[in-house]
């Protein structure tokens, strides 16, 4: 798992990036029971510690936070001005 990530890293980001850690979230579904809830799970590199997990999902939620602002604001750039 750590060579597919830091292959996937290196291929977006860039061949000079270093991986030091990583978590990965994914949403999962149970697919055999119709209705069945949604849930998560979480999978970390090797030896991490929980407040660098903890530190690196705030900071995904934090940049999808930020990105959705801006997102946001583009939108009402481009759309209609208010009435007043």
Not at 3 to 22: A, H, L, M, P, Y
Not at 52 to 64: C, F, M, R
Request: no cysteine.
């Amino acid at each position: 798992m750590d060579q597919s990530i830091t292959d996937f890293i290196k291929r977006t980001q860039g061949e000079s990036v270093i991986v030091t850690g990583w978590v990965l979230v994914a949403a999962t579904a149970e697919g055999a029971i119709a209705g069945a809830p949604l849930g998560f799970t979480i999978a970390n590199s090797d030896g991490m510690p929980a407040y660098a997990k903890i530190g690196l999902l705030s900071s995904a939620v934090g940049s999808i936070e930020n990105e959705n602002l801006f997102l946001a604001w583009e939108d009402r750039k481009l759309g209609p001005n208010p009435p007043f």
